[in-house]
């Protein structure tokens, strides 16, 4: 596989993370229908395309957007209703994925050569963070102390690794031996969520994706019952996990569980419905497919 398509399938995993279930799953049993929720929707003024992907405990959340004039991709920040994009220096596509309670900003973007990297965006000041080795880097999620985790596709562009950055050092993140593994966000404690693959699809970054949990006594499955896949985007101090299960229709809903529930939440009249992360005060961010690609936060009122 060459390097534009692996950055091609990379991009693919970050713009809509729908995937697939069932194997060894977390008892999480009961199911709850669709919790009153309040929704706010997130364009990015000028863009016809907005992802809300990050959020921290001020409500300051990150994102996506693509601006209409030129279709480029950006980051943005998006702080007391105001919007401020991100671009990393130089680079023409920048994504912003995450951001901390102190402010700082994780995600990844594209170099003129079209090599993917990721970033840490920290007191106004980029660093580029890049697993030793990779092809791309993508970074998902960060906790207060700037401890990460993210995805790599190793040096032949074919596998797709999670990673750990603590103190300097890298850690692999693999779900098994020769499954695609991401790891999307992790929490105070260190427990880290994210998603992987089928044995069906090899190491590669297949859209036939399982979530997992990483806690210090390993790895636990987190499957959606009877749903066709499940994708885990965010976990909070709580132990709330969010993200997203796809139906027999063929559609994705936001996934919220709590205390061993279940619940599935729909944006009002959109077709598809993805949770990204949650803050410790329980306020969700995603996006849904209503046409177009809109943005989000919300929260629910029980």
């Known amino acids: 596989m060459n390097k534009r398509n692996a950055i091609s399938r990379l991009f693919g995993l970050m713009m809509l993370s729908v995937f697939a279930i069932s194997m060894m799953g977390l008892s999480f049993l009961p199911i709850s229908a669709a919790a009153p929720f309040t929704f706010s929707a997130i364009d990015f003024p000028g863009a016809d395309f907005t992802l809300a992907l990050g959020i921290n405990a001020r409500d300051e959340v990150v994102g996506n957007c693509r601006t209409s004039n030129d279709q480029k991709y950006h980051g943005f920040l998006l702080s007391d209703g105001v919007f401020t994009m991100i671009d990393f220096p130089g680079a023409p596509q920048t994504f912003a994925n995450d951001i901390n309670d102190v402010g700082d900003i994780c995600g990844s973007y594209y170099d003129v050569s079209w ?109 959606f019952p009877g749903s066709l896949s499940t994708f885990l985007g965010g976990i909070n101090p709580a132990g709330q996990i969010v993200g997203s299960d796809q139906k027999s229709d063929g559609h994705s809903h ?32 995603g996006y849904y497919i209503a046409g177009n690609f809109h943005g989000f936060i919300s929260r629910s009122e029980r």
Do not use: M, W
């Not at 890298?170 to 929490?187: K, M, Q, R």
């Open 115 to 223: 090599a993917c990297h990721g970033y840490l965006l920290s007191a106004g000041s980029f660093t580029t963070i890049d697993f030793p080795g990779a092809n791309c880097t993508d970074v998902r999620g960060l906790k207060n102390s700037g401890e990460i985790v993210g995805f790599y596709f190793d040096s032949s562009a074919t596998c797709l690794h999670g990673f750990r950055l603590s103190h300097g050092v890298f850690t692999t993140i693999d779900f098994a031996d020769g499954l695609p593994t991401a790891a999307e966000d992790i929490d105070p404690a260190g427990t880290i969520v994210g998603v992987y693959g089928e044995a069906a699809g090899g190491c590669s970054a297949s859209q036939n994706l399982h979530g997992f949990l990483l806690s210090k006594d390993g790895f636990t499955a987190v499957n």
């Open 254 to 285: 936001g996934l919220l569980v709590s205390q061993g529930e279940f619940t599935t939440i729909d944006f009002p009249g959109a077709t598809d419905t993805v949770f990204s992360k949650i803050n410790p005060s329980g306020r969700l961010v």
